[in-house]
């Protein structure tokens, strides 16, 4: 008891530390804007509030990132040329599409929401689908203390611009079906088995983020890679507590999932994020990522070489050159 109460102050302090870089302000200070624009054209949902949607299976696969489940969960990591070129064709790629047909494990749920939103600061406001006039929550991100400032909220209208924006929220799981099949073939000693199960099922939960993300663009009418989508956890949204808020917004409880004393999603195999139309919208960390002047095109994993046909050489090369 005392090792693990030893262990949660430490983390709580850390959590709840503020982070000062130099002698700029802290990440909580909205002093000064980012030169994001406030002037382009909000789309509008096909709905306001929350709908559950999923995709079938065939819809799933495309979106599937092949390249990090071959290198990062299949222990493809550091193959090059030929070598990469026979593990793919002669086992990666065969081994997936029999896991994908005989599969009866993933399940995947999706929930979208759309709503009514604007920025006071660094916090994004959404308000109620039916009285525009009414706050719901208050979604809370960090800001850039040097470079361009830039804060996840500066990506919505600010509440004095007189206009309401849109903010898309997701919730996906690919269900409890992948944690119980890992316990079994770990319990039977099936740890290959169990390797490529794990990762199938992790990527199949980011792919159907991926799948709904591409649905919120196409349902939004903007471009096939505008905006970008965020998940808790990462530098431009760190705060997981803000999952409590995502959880009431969207009811994430009706496509069975749950929140641990630490705010992680269960079943594993299940993300929450933030979606943001804006075109200027990028990735950045508090110490790294600027404004881009003109918009940069997000990654789409089923029009690339990740999720598409399998690549003519080795994707590092690739990236390499």
């Given at each position: 008891?005392?090792?693990l109460?030893?262990?949660r102050?430490?983390?709580?302090?850390?959590?709840?530390?503020?982070?000062?870089?130099?002698?700029?302000p802290?990440?909580t200070d909205?002093?000064?804007?980012?030169?994001?624009?406030t002037?382009?054209?909000?789309?509008?949902?096909?709905?306001?509030?929350v709908?559950?949607?999923?995709?079938?299976?065939?819809?799933?696969f495309p979106?599937?990132?092949?390249?990090?489940l071959?290198k990062?969960h299949?222990?493809g990591?550091?193959?090059?040329?030929e070598?990469w070129?026979?593990?793919?064709?002669?086992?990666f790629q065969?081994?997936?599409?029999?896991?994908w047909?005989?599969q009866?494990?993933?399940?995947?749920?999706?929930?979208?929401g759309y709503?009514?939103?604007?920025?006071?600061?660094n916090e994004?406001?959404?308000?109620?689908?039916?009285?525009?006039?009414?706050?719901?929550?208050?979604?809370?991100?960090?800001?850039?203390?040097?470079?361009?400032r830039i804060c996840?909220?500066?990506?919505?209208?600010?509440?004095?611009?007189?206009?309401?924006?849109?903010?898309a929220?997701?919730a996906?799981?690919?269900?409890?079906?992948?944690?119980?099949?890992?316990a079994k073939?770990?319990?039977?000693g099936?740890?290959?088995?169990?390797?490529?199960?794990?990762?199938?099922?992790v990527?199949?939960?980011?792919?159907t983020?991926?799948?709904?993300h591409q649905?919120?663009?196409?349902s939004?009418?903007?471009?096939?890679?505008?905006?970008?989508?965020?998940?808790?956890g990462?530098?431009?949204?760190?705060?997981?507590s803000?999952?409590?808020?995502v959880?009431?917004?969207?009811?994430?409880?009706?496509?069975?999932?749950?929140?641990s004393e630490?705010?992680?999603?269960?079943?594993?195999?299940s993300?929450?994020?933030?979606?943001?139309?804006?075109?200027?919208?990028?990735?950045?960390?508090?110490k790294?990522?600027?404004?881009?002047k003109?918009?940069?095109?997000?990654?789409?994993?089923?029009?690339?070489?990740?999720?598409?046909?399998?690549?003519?050489?080795?994707?590092?090369?690739?990236?390499?050159d």
């Amino acid at each position: 008891p005392a090792l693990l109460e030893e262990i949660r102050s430490g983390a709580l302090e850390l959590r709840n530390k503020v982070e000062v870089v130099d002698d700029s302000p802290p990440v909580t200070d909205d002093s000064v804007r980012s030169a994001v624009a406030t002037d382009n054209p909000v789309p509008e949902p096909p709905f306001w509030g929350v709908r559950e949607v999923a995709p079938s299976l065939e819809e799933l696969f495309p979106h599937l990132d092949r390249h990090v489940l071959f290198k990062l969960h299949w222990g493809g990591r550091g193959k090059k040329g030929e070598e990469w070129r026979e593990l793919i064709e002669e086992n990666f790629q065969p081994r997936l599409e029999r896991m994908w047909a005989e599969q009866d494990w993933i399940t995947p749920k999706a929930l979208v929401g759309y709503f009514p939103a604007v920025s006071e600061g660094n916090e994004v406001v959404v308000l109620d689908p039916n009285d525009h006039s009414k706050e719901l929550e208050r979604l809370v991100f960090p800001r850039q203390p040097n470079h361009d400032r830039i804060c996840l909220a500066d990506f919505f209208r600010p509440s004095d611009s007189g206009e309401v924006d849109v903010v898309a929220l997701q919730a996906v799981t690919v269900g409890d079906s992948v944690s119980e099949l890992l316990a079994k073939l770990e319990a039977d000693g099936e740890f290959a088995e169990q390797l490529y199960t794990h990762g199938l099922g992790v990527q199949a939960a980011e792919g159907t983020a991926e799948w709904l993300h591409q649905n919120v663009r196409e349902s939004l009418g903007i471009g096939e890679g505008q905006g970008r989508r965020y998940s808790w956890g990462y530098p431009a949204c760190p705060d997981q507590s803000e999952h409590e808020k995502v959880f009431r917004l969207l009811g994430a409880e009706n496509i069975g999932l749950s929140l641990s004393e630490a705010y992680a999603v269960s079943p594993e195999q299940s993300t929450l994020a933030i979606v943001t139309h804006h075109p200027q919208a990028v990735y950045f960390g508090m110490k790294s990522g600027f404004v881009p002047k003109d918009p940069v095109s997000d990654e789409v994993i089923a029009l690339g070489e990740r999720g598409g046909a399998l690549p003519d050489a080795d994707p590092d090369a690739v990236a390499a050159d």
